[in-house]
């Protein structure tokens, strides 16, 4: 007989006859002649009651079963008398497929979040993070759904890299070089030897590649994992974390911020439809307030604001914040959601930022002190997306590699692509971990992913 998910069983209208399932045991309670067995296979937050009698042949054995062991179990499937539930399934036969001791450390109680991220390899089991990752799988697929049905191309970006698309230098460096001993020319290390010919690292982005394909097949987005090598422990920062990254041709700022507000109502939209039981989950136990942030962040129509502007605001408030606002500084997480939470009360698209903040690659504006780059805010996290549109004038190109310090030698690639068929361009960055965080309500990066990276953290 062929296994089916407890998802699609609870999903019937009407009982399925004779049923097979495997999945694992939350909790078992016994009764006269009888045992009755919470089973989960995880494929939904909901479990399947097993109702088994004494005239089972290993009844004994059956009652042996433990929290976290593993059981087959074929029957009828029902509808249920009890509360809560609309079928069960009466056990014809119970297979034990593993009986997990008394140590397991998932037993039916609360366990901490800190506590959990020490198990990372069990916590999937529980209700929260089977949730959680079951979420980031349907967020996956509502990703390459959007852009598929608007005719945008998959491309597979690479994950190591000469490039430093950012400018930033917190990078990881990749080498086949003997660490305690280098080759040495000069003084330093002879990168010429390595296995590339020259310095390369972890990717902090896959932007520049986007560029190149955009300017080849029109509308295309990568989504993979990108790094960064920054040293820090907040509740925002990963070393490894997924990006998802669209470039569009023929595409100004104005058409970057429409397709930008139509993705993230898109995907809100989506998760809310499809992934009800475990929303429910975290809106009742981790974000009070989650539904009505998501309902807003889906329904509204968003602000869109300069810069100066959001600066002008932020100083008239009069609240002191912990970073000065004052223009020609970035933006910090405390004034985006001021903006969004308490100001306008919905997502806000914050865009012309002075080019001094900025990458060399974001377009310069006519005022020659503004590029064309923008970041959309949304409630309970601030900026969940950052994009611009691209500078395709060669010569303004030139410009601002010279003033941010990049060698042209070193993106000789990049500029041939304003020599030849240059085109209006532009496109954003989406973190995926901070998207999850926002339709989950979850706080804290290192609880959206499925095996967290940070600083002296790289268990499992």
């Given at each position: 007989?062929?296994?089916?998910?407890?998802?699609?069983?609870?999903?019937?209208?009407?009982?399925?006859?004779?049923?097979?399932?495997?999945?694992?045991?939350?909790?078992?309670?016994?009764?006269?002649?009888?045992?009755?067995?919470?089973?989960?296979?995880?494929?939904?937050?909901?479990?399947?009651?097993?109702?088994?009698?004494?005239?089972?042949?290993?009844?004994?054995?059956?009652?042996?079963?433990?929290?976290?062991?593993?059981?087959?179990?074929?029957?009828?499937?029902?509808?249920?008398?009890?509360?809560?539930?609309?079928?069960?399934?009466?056990?014809?036969?119970?297979?034990?497929?593993?009986?997990?001791?008394?140590?397991?450390?998932?037993?039916?109680?609360?366990?901490?979040?800190?506590?959990?991220?020490?198990?990372?390899?069990?916590?999937?089991?529980?209700?929260?993070?089977?949730?959680?990752?079951?979420?980031?799988?349907?967020?996956?697929?509502?990703?390459?759904k959007f852009f598929r049905d608007?005719?945008?191309?998959?491309?597979?970006?690479?994950?190591?890299?000469?490039?430093?698309?950012?400018?930033?230098?917190?990078?990881?460096?990749?080498?086949?070089?003997?660490?305690?001993?280098?080759?040495?020319?000069?003084?330093?290390?002879?990168?010429?030897?390595?296995?590339?010919?020259?310095?390369?690292?972890?990717?902090?982005?896959?932007?520049?590649?986007?560029?190149?394909?955009?300017?080849?097949?029109?509308?295309?987005?990568?989504?993979?994992?990108?790094?960064?090598?920054?040293?820090?422990?907040?509740?925002?920062?990963?070393?490894?974390?997924?990006?998802?990254?669209?470039?569009?041709?023929?595409?100004?700022?104005?058409?970057?911020?429409?397709?930008?507000?139509?993705?993230?109502?898109?995907?809100?939209?989506?998760?809310?439809?499809?992934?009800?039981?475990?929303?429910?989950?975290?809106?009742?136990?981790?974000?009070?307030?989650?539904?009505?942030?998501?309902?807003?962040?889906?329904?509204?129509?968003?602000?869109?604001?300069?810069?100066?502007?959001?600066?002008?605001?932020?100083?008239?408030?009069?609240?002191k914040f912990e970073y000065a606002?004052?223009?020609?500084?970035?933006?910090?997480?405390?004034?985006?959601?001021?903006?969004?939470?308490?100001?306008?009360?919905?997502?806000?698209?914050?865009?012309?930022?002075?080019?001094?903040?900025?990458?060399?690659?974001?377009?310069?504006?006519?005022?020659?002190?503004?590029?064309?780059?923008?970041?959309?805010?949304?409630?309970?996290?601030?900026?969940?997306?950052?994009?611009?549109?691209?500078?395709?004038?060669?010569?303004?190109?030139?410009?601002?590699?010279?003033?941010?310090?990049?060698?042209?030698?070193?993106?000789?690639?990049?500029?041939?692509?304003?020599?030849?068929?240059?085109?209006?361009?532009?496109?954003?960055?989406?973190?995926?971990?901070?998207?999850?965080?926002?339709?989950?309500?979850?706080?804290?990066?290192?609880?959206?992913?499925?095996?967290?990276?940070?600083?002296?953290?790289?268990?499992?």
């Open positions: 007989m062929k296994r089916t998910k407890i998802l699609r069983l609870l999903k019937s209208d009407s009982p399925a006859g004779r049923v097979l399932i495997k999945g694992w045991i939350r909790t078992r309670r016994d009764s006269k002649d009888f045992s009755f067995i919470e089973l989960n296979d995880g494929s939904c937050l909901k479990n399947m009651q097993i109702v088994a009698d004494s005239a089972l042949d290993n009844y004994e054995d059956v009652k042996k079963l433990t929290t976290g062991s593993a059981a087959a179990v074929s029957g009828e499937l029902i509808a249920s008398p009890g509360k809560g539930q609309k079928w069960e399934i009466r056990a014809h036969k119970i297979e034990i497929i593993s009986i997990a001791p008394e140590s397991y450390p998932l037993q039916k109680k609360r366990h901490t979040d800190e506590f959990l991220r020490t198990i990372a390899h069990l916590r999937p089991r529980t209700n929260k993070y089977g949730a959680a990752f079951r979420i980031r799988s349907e967020l996956s697929y509502a990703i390459h608007r005719d945008f191309r998959y491309i597979h970006s690479p994950i190591l890299t000469g490039s430093d698309c950012e400018g930033a230098g917190e990078m990881f460096s990749v080498t086949t070089l003997d660490i305690g001993n280098p080759p040495k020319k000069e003084g330093n290390i002879d990168y010429a030897l390595d296995f590339f010919g020259r310095e390369a690292n972890l990717t902090v982005s896959g932007q520049l590649s986007a560029e190149m394909f955009a300017l080849a097949l029109g509308d295309v987005y990568t989504f993979g994992p990108t790094f960064r090598a920054e040293n820090s422990n907040t509740r925002r920062h990963a070393a490894e974390f997924w990006m998802v990254e669209p470039e569009m041709a023929f595409c100004d700022l104005t058409g970057n911020m429409d397709i930008a507000e139509e993705f993230i109502k898109y995907l809100t939209v989506y998760i809310m439809e499809e992934c009800k039981d475990d929303l429910e989950l975290f809106a009742k136990f981790v974000d009070k307030k989650l539904m009505r942030t998501l309902e807003n962040i889906a329904s509204s129509d968003y602000v869109r604001l300069p810069y100066r502007e959001a600066v002008e605001i932020l100083k008239r408030t009069g609240k606002v004052d223009y020609g500084k970035d933006l910090q997480t405390e004034h985006e959601r001021y903006l969004t939470e308490h100001h306008f009360k919905k997502p806000v698209i914050v865009f012309d930022y002075p080019k001094t903040i900025k990458p060399f690659y974001m377009r310069v504006n006519d005022d020659n002190e503004t590029v064309g780059a923008m970041d959309l805010l949304v409630p309970s996290v601030g900026e969940i997306i950052g994009g611009s549109q691209r500078e395709e004038r060669l010569e303004s190109l030139r410009s601002r590699m010279k003033e941010t310090g990049l060698p042209e030698e070193d993106y000789w690639w990049y500029m041939d692509t304003r020599r030849f068929g240059t085109v209006p361009h532009s496109g954003f960055g989406l973190g995926f971990e901070r998207l999850l965080m926002l339709v989950t309500g979850i706080r804290n990066i290192r609880d959206v992913i499925p095996f967290p990276r940070t600083p002296n953290s790289i268990e499992f």
